[in-house]
């Protein structure tokens, strides 16, 4: 296997420096296939305007020190603001807001009337304040045209606020940054119609406010320098040269033999902005436009491709300049790549491969999906033809071990195979630290065109999740908000992407939500396992079982124990059928989608030179321990995702692999058959040896089907949390390991009545039904001693946070990745 230095000391610079060095390279190494102009560009001082001669913004700001009137209709005594539940004595005093907490929730209000028609979107909330006593302020917003405020400070129980910041009691008043980037979706202008402020958690305090500010995105961007970022429009982000009007920015470098400039322009500002490309020749005046193209709609990417075929080879100066009526208004020049078509990333022989890598990479994580509800492993009804076709004609691994039960804390592992305990995401708002490697960097950085699509907010940028993609699709891009059905409209947009990169090597992380609930599929799957007769009925139970639930996010989301469905008077057994029929529907709509994926790439002559992964980040829960939803045990159901490699001519057609495998090893085998290196922190073994004529650990069939092997241990961890935000129990921990055919579950923080450990057959008992380890001590002692020196192990390798990364970087790498996003 082929191992690397730490990726992230190597992943701020050029890509074509760094790969060749890593993969032993003697001679001159041939261009890499992207030359990304994100990663070229050096500011030149005096070119163009500074950051400080932008256009003004208007700031949207609340003083109380100052002869402004209040917005009309407001309460004139404290300028729109009111107090709500938790609050007393809420007045004006000597320039400030002054008041007092009559409990650990009081309640701040004020009703925007004006600015709600801009479509701008918040990048943050500035609050002056001091306060007596407690250590956190909070921020939240609504919508709606009425509020109740009485309603939002029961749902503050339940839920956590939208954003928070640490807050130091005392007689200073301090500035407060309460960062909009840390949301999965930051909100536009007209979302925030009601402002909801906690100036502090602890009753009794008094607190005196000086101002409040909500800082919008065009305001932020005209205070930063020009340069890379990492920006979005309309929910889709971009590695971006951010510059403004009449700035120009300048590149040289020389040109592959089939070069092709990849970009896309977008601005934030109402007024027209045009953009133009040119390119000029060493020793020419003239300089070519190869673009010019003028953008009136805001918020909004326009993609161009240019054939710069005319000047292969040789050494050039791109310009990319802005044009508009206001001076400083903004331009986005998003993933500004020069592709080498035809080209192929350097790679290194692998001893078990023969024959080129593949081009492409498209590795599909289907949310909440449970293996056992697929035809390829057994599942009565015909769910997934396309899948089972897939498995077939490539490799199904029969028993792969998830490592986490929660999207958020499971994708992480996929993408770093890192197990939860190494790479620290655990609860609601955590980040992947900046020093754990991605599978998506390591494509990055051997010229890969990388594209990700996330359906839900853990597995984007809100998680650092963006690490190594050139554009993230984030949900907040997907038209139907209430839908989890997401493969047909990323699908939809995969579709020309693969066309326009046909010629290029490409790695796609497409991740689709459709089982997840709301479990309701869209027509024709709706009806095809569901009675539509028992919809209306069904619907109705829910808003009662909804009563009953006590937990407040599994009452957010409907999801209810056997037991409250029982209070409720409502059968369980009928409930749980009810919500299988969708749930199988939904599985069949997203199997579709991937039939027309797999349909584009062979019109497209891609099949053969692409490597398709199927697999899922957890289960879901139909009472098999009394519960619906996941994320709230390490059982069966949920630890137990399908693994389908397929790829025709590089993945062994009708290969059954039988042994325990893991999700932290599709990282390793995805780069091994890529020949790119693993990272050194990775915690996964390459899958190779399993489907390749050089097995380990089981003999092959005659049919090509693997003799049942114990495989490598694998383990599960549900952690306990903090955050309301995480599944519940939010007070217990668990820890499972698979190992020789038995599975232990350790029960490290449990509710009274529940049992330490437990153990179970998990080959002949897979959804871990029948207890056995009063049978069986020895073996609950050896493996509770395996997963106790597991645990240490994976303790000590864990990752560096940001604040300690950061310490010992250079201040030009600090620089970029703060640019991307990646460090905040």
Avoid at 464 to 471: A, S
Avoid at 640 to 658: D, E, K, N, S, Y
């Amino acid at each position: 296997m082929l191992r690397s230095r730490p990726l992230a000391k190597w992943w701020p610079r050029a890509a074509a420096a760094a790969l060749p060095v890593l993969l032993g390279a003697c001679n001159r190494p041939a261009p890499p296939p992207s030359l990304r102009l994100v990663d070229l560009y050096r500011p030149t001082p005096g070119e163009g305007p500074a950051g400080q001669d932008a256009v003004t913004r208007a700031r949207t700001e609340w003083r109380f020190d100052g002869p402004s009137p209040p917005e009309p209709g407001k309460l004139p005594l404290t300028r729109g603001w009111e107090a709500g539940p938790g609050t007393a004595d809420l007045a004006l005093h000597e320039g400030r807001l002054v008041g007092r907490a009559t409990d650990d929730l009081p309640i701040l209000h004020l009703e925007r009337t004006r600015g709600l028609e801009d479509k701008d979107v918040l990048h943050g909330v500035e609050i002056r304040l001091r306060v007596s006593a407690g250590n956190e302020l909070a921020f939240t917003y609504r919508d709606t045209e009425k509020i109740d405020l009485g309603d939002v400070a029961k749902r503050a129980l339940q839920l956590p606020w939208r954003l928070t910041s640490p807050i130091i009691p005392g007689a200073e008043t301090r500035t407060y940054l309460l960062d909009a980037r840390r949301l999965p979706v930051p909100p536009p202008s007209a979302d925030i119609r009601h402002l909801l402020i906690r100036p502090t958690n602890a009753r009794g305090a008094r607190f005196e406010i000086e101002s409040v500010r909500l800082v919008f995105r065009r305001e932020h961007l005209a205070s930063v320098p020009s340069g890379r970022s990492w920006q979005g429009l309309s929910g889709i982000y971009r590695e971006t040269l951010v510059s403004r009007s009449p700035e120009t920015i300048r590149v040289s470098l020389r040109l592959p033999a089939r070069p092709r400039l990849e970009l896309a322009l977008g601005t934030v500002d109402d007024g027209p902005v045009t953009f133009r490309v040119g390119l000029r020749r060493p020793r020419r005046e003239r300089e070519d436009t190869l673009l010019e193209r003028t953008v009136t709609t805001p918020q909004r990417w326009e993609e161009a491709a240019l054939d710069l075929s005319s000047f292969a080879g040789e050494e050039v100066s791109l310009s990319l300049s802005l044009a508009a009526e206001t001076k400083g208004a903004l331009g986005l020049w998003g993933t500004p790549t020069v592709r080498d078509l035809g080209a192929r990333p350097p790679t290194a022989a692998v001893r078990r491969l023969a024959g080129p890598p593949p081009q492409g990479v498209i590795l599909i994580w289907a949310d909440t999906l449970r293996r056992d509800h697929l035809g390829a492993y057994g599942y009565g009804r015909p769910t997934s033809p396309i899948l089972d076709g897939m498995a077939r004609e490539g490799t199904l691994f029969r028993d792969c071990v998830g490592q986490a039960t929660w999207t958020k804390v499971a994708t992480p592992s996929l993408m770093t195979s890192l197990y939860p305990t190494s790479h620290g995401v655990k609860e609601f708002s955590d980040r992947l630290p900046t020093a754990a490697p991605t599978i998506a960097e390591v494509y990055h950085g051997a010229g890969y065109a990388t594209l990700s699509f996330s359906s839900i907010m853990f597995t984007g940028r809100f998680t650092n999740l963006h690490k190594g993609f050139e554009v993230v699709h984030e949900d907040s891009s997907l038209p139907d908000k209430e839908s989890s059905k997401t493969a047909r409209e990323y699908v939809d947009r995969l579709l020309p992407w693969l066309e326009a990169h046909r010629d290029v090597p490409f790695f796609v992380f497409l991740h689709v939500s459709d089982p997840h609930d709301p479990y309701r599929p869209y027509p024709p799957y709706d009806s095809l396992w569901a009675d539509p007769a028992w919809r209306s009925e069904h619907e109705r139970q829910a808003k009662e079982a909804q009563k009953f639930i006590s937990d407040p996010l599994l009452k957010l989301f409907g999801m209810p124990t056997w037991a409250e469905l029982e209070t409720a008077k409502i059968d369980p057994r009928v409930w749980a059928a009810r919500d299988r029929d969708w749930y199988d529907g939904s599985i069949r709509g997203m199997d579709a989608e991937i039939g027309r994926l797999r349909q584009r790439l062979e019109t497209l002559g891609l099949a053969e030179k692409t490597l398709l992964v199927f697999t899922g980040d957890h289960g879901e829960e139909f009472f098999e321990h009394g519960r619906t939803f996941h994320g709230q045990s390490a059982y069966g159901e949920l630890t137990g995702v399908p693994l389908i490699l397929w790829g025709p001519g590089r993945v062994p057609a009708g290969r059954v692999v039988a042994e325990t495998v893991r999700t932290i090893d599709i990282m390793p085998t995805l780069l091994e058959i890529s020949r790119l290196p693993v990272p050194n922190e990775a915690q996964g073994e390459s899958l190779l040896p399993l489907f390749t004529l050089r097995t380990t650990g089981g003999a092959l069939r005659a049919d090509g089907g693997l003799l049942p092997g114990r495989g490598r241990p694998a383990v599960s961890e549900k952690a306990s949390t903090v955050d309301t935000g995480a599944p519940a129990p939010r007070d217990t921990e668990s820890f499972a390991i698979v190992s020789d055919g038995w599975k232990l579950i350790h029960n490290t923080k449990r509710r009274p009545g529940d049992a330490e450990f437990e153990l179970y057959r998990h080959e002949s008992d897979p959804l871990d039904q029948a207890d056995v380890s009063a049978e069986h001590p020895e073996l609950v002692e050896r493996l509770a001693r395996d997963l106790r020196a597991w645990q240490s192990r994976a303790a000590r390798a864990r990752v560096k946070p940001d604040a300690a990364s950061a310490q010992t970087m250079s201040k030009e790498d600090l620089e970029r990745l703060r640019s991307l996003g990646y460090i905040q």
